[in-house]
């Protein structure tokens, strides 16, 4: 398995995206009940985190560039390359989440205005990173399923990420608390059932493929796809495993930690084997 750049990049910057997803939304569903400075603490360690995970994630896929100092020359052609736009939305996405950064960590307010592009410039950056496997000559990432997997991942961890926030932040108004970790959790279990919704479709697609002889040289994704049957099966149950966790950690206007310190992993991992799967094309 040679692909581990590959999977540590896309799974760090959708984990990026996410969080900060799911900051924006909180500090939009808090507008009224909490003041400029709870909302900066409340913001603040997960900008941080964000941005770090976003920077990672940028550093680790050089690693799979032949020589990385020629990783400039990949931003040509914007007008008919997916890869270029990805780099152009992602180096914008963590510019403007860079700076609101800075800003809240040195001027003591919270610049939202820049947390808000900065999100929609993540979620247009995910959008591009998919499109680039979705139009690539790999039978098995032709297919939607490739949009709904990466920007799930993005709601998953985004999702446990807020849940952490709040775990964190036990001040916060009860009100709040559970509309956050209601929605949180509504959106977890959507996205999840969304994806298993989408398999027997994929499936099919993937059957047809088979059956017309497409070939891919020098991979074989459909027999490695095939192969894989049991990883793909165990990361499921995993993920449902994890959801679940998630769904039952709210108890009694609180986050009940252990259960959500279970129900994390469970999804960290299952993304983590998913991944796997996905760019396993040989």
């Not at 985190?49 to 994630?57: M, S, V």
């Not at 059932?193 to 027997?200: A, I, M, N």
């Not at 088979?210 to 995993?238: E, N």
Request: proline share 3%; net charge positive; with cysteine.
């Amino acid at each position: 398995m040679h692909e581990w750049p590959l999977i540590i990049f896309t799974l760090l910057v959708q984990a990026s995206v996410g969080i900060t997803l799911f900051t924006t939304f909180s500090l939009v569903l808090a507008k009224q009940g909490l003041g400029s400075q709870e909302k900066r603490r409340l913001a603040l360690p997960f900008m941080l985190l964000a941005f770090i995970f976003g920077a990672l994630g940028l550093m680790v896929s050089t690693a799979h560039l032949g020589y990385p100092l020629n990783a400039f020359h990949a931003l040509r052609h914007v007008e008919s390359s997916w890869l270029s736009r990805e780099i152009i939305f992602a180096s914008l996405y963590l510019a403007f989440l860079g700076l609101g950064t800075l800003i809240a960590l040195i001027s003591k307010r919270l610049p939202i205005v820049l947390l808000l592009i900065a999100t929609l410039l993540g979620i247009v950056d995910v959008f591009c990173m998919s499109a680039i496997y979705v139009h690539s000559s790999v039978v098995t990432w032709m297919h939607f399923n490739t949009y709904l997997m990466f920007f799930g991942s993005v709601l998953s961890l985004g999702a446990v990420a807020s849940l952490w926030s709040l775990a964190i932040r036990p001040d916060l108004p009860s009100q709040l608390m559970r509309k956050l970790a209601v929605t949180a959790v509504a959106l977890l279990i959507a996205i999840t059932l969304c994806r298993l919704l989408v398999q027997p479709v994929y499936m099919e697609y993937l059957t047809s493929a088979w059956d017309s002889d497409v070939v891919t040289f020098p991979h074989q994704p459909l027999a490695a796809f095939a192969q894989l049957a049991s990883l793909r099966l165990a990361s499921w149950v995993i993920l449902i495993a994890g959801v679940c966790a998630l769904a039952l950690c709210w108890r009694s206007q609180r986050i009940n930690k252990r259960l959500l310190a279970l129900g994390s992993g469970l999804i960290v991992v299952a993304e983590v084997l998913l991944r796997v799967g996905f760019f396993n094309i040989q």
